[in-house]
């Protein structure tokens, strides 16, 4: 069993920054890849990003790239998402999740462990 927490939410004005953290616990989560998923009221939950263990790759919703950048620290056990240039539609809970198979899939059916979720929220 792995545990995941995510911190670093909060409240931000349009254009600002914000990092989330993504600390696993457990079971180590050695060989899995890790994802950014992110639900807005009223919205199903959809992929943000995702990293494979090893760094070779990482993946972007339409959406945040070029704003957005996903990181690991293995060592540490945590994942980050930088968010840069934040806009109001990125207003959601992020949730961060743990995926096995090391597949980084923006489908969220291949990752077996979640977080509680941080709330972000982007003012106008």
């Known amino acids: 069993q792995v545990q995941l927490v995510e911190s670093g939410g909060g409240l931000v004005q349009a254009g600002g920054s914000l990092r989330l953290s993504c600390l696993a616990s457990?079971?180590?989560?050695?060989?899995?890849?890790m994802g950014w998923f992110r639900q807005a009221p009223g919205k199903g939950r959809e992929f943000v990003s995702a990293?494979?263990?090893?760094?070779?790759?990482?993946y972007y919703a339409d959406s945040v790239k070029g704003r957005f950048t996903i990181s690991r620290d293995n060592a540490k056990n945590t994942v980050y998402l930088q968010m840069n240039s934040l806009k109001p539609e990125d207003t959601a809970v992020y949730y961060c999740?743990?995926?096995?198979?090391?597949?980084?899939?923006?489908?969220?059916?291949?990752?077996?462990?979640w977080g509680q979720g941080t709330q972000v929220t982007v003012s106008s």
């Open positions: 999740a743990a995926d096995p198979d090391d597949a980084a899939s923006i489908n969220q059916r291949y990752y077996d462990y």
């Open positions: 457990g079971r180590t989560f050695s060989g899995y890849a």
């Open positions: 990293i494979r263990w090893n760094r070779s790759r990482t």
